[in-house]
């Protein structure tokens, strides 16, 4: 078992001299006493991990699954994809890879939380305007339009 003292002592992360615990397989190593073949284990801070020990363990730690959402959402959510998919082919420009990005965060967005913001609805509305010379002749240009539309009430 290797572990690093850090500097605010958690025994987690790089700073510090690597400590073996019983690396030599008998006797108690530095961190231990008492005849314990291994030491204690410390954690500090730990936030936004997962953490498993022993054999054998499974850890997941991240997304699930997509959240649900309302079919209003899920339409919004199909429409946002196929828009990302046809920008993908679609000649580069500023406003087209800023409604990109922020389709891409869209759809985020709606995975993990079933819905969208608002405020992010309000944003892809602008730049679908924005993006229109180059967006104005696609289906799914006009299915993200009239999706956000029907969301945020006209």
């Known amino acids: 078992m290797m572990m690093a003292d850090t500097e605010d002592g958690s025994g987690v992360g790089g700073g510090g001299a690597d400590h073996t615990a019983g690396a030599s397989g008998g006797g108690a190593g530095p961190a231990g006493g008492g005849g ?3 030491g204690d284990i410390r954690f500090g801070k730990v936030s936004g ?4 020990i022993g054999d054998h363990n499974h850890i997941v730690n991240g997304r699930q ?5 309302d079919p209003a959402y899920q339409e919004l959510l199909e429409a946002v994809r196929q828009l990302a998919d046809d920008l993908r082919r679609v000649v580069p420009s500023p406003e087209v890879g800023a409604l990109s990005d922020e389709l891409d965060q869209t759809q985020d967005e709606i995975q993990r939380t079933g ?8 944003r892809i509305r602008v730049m679908l ?7 104005g002749m696609l289906a799914s240009g ?7 539309g029907a969301l945020l009430g006209g």
């Not at 305007?129 to 967006?135: G, K, P, T």
Request: proline content about 3%.
């Open 36 to 38: 314990r073949t291994f």
């Open 115 to 122: 819905r969208a913001g608002a405020g992010r609805l309000a």
């Open 142 to 148: 006009v299915a993200v339009g009239q999706a956000v």
């Open 129 to 135: 305007q924005d993006a229109s010379a180059s967006v």
């Open 49 to 52: 991990s997962a953490v498993g």
């Open 65 to 69: 699954g997509e959240a649900p959402c």
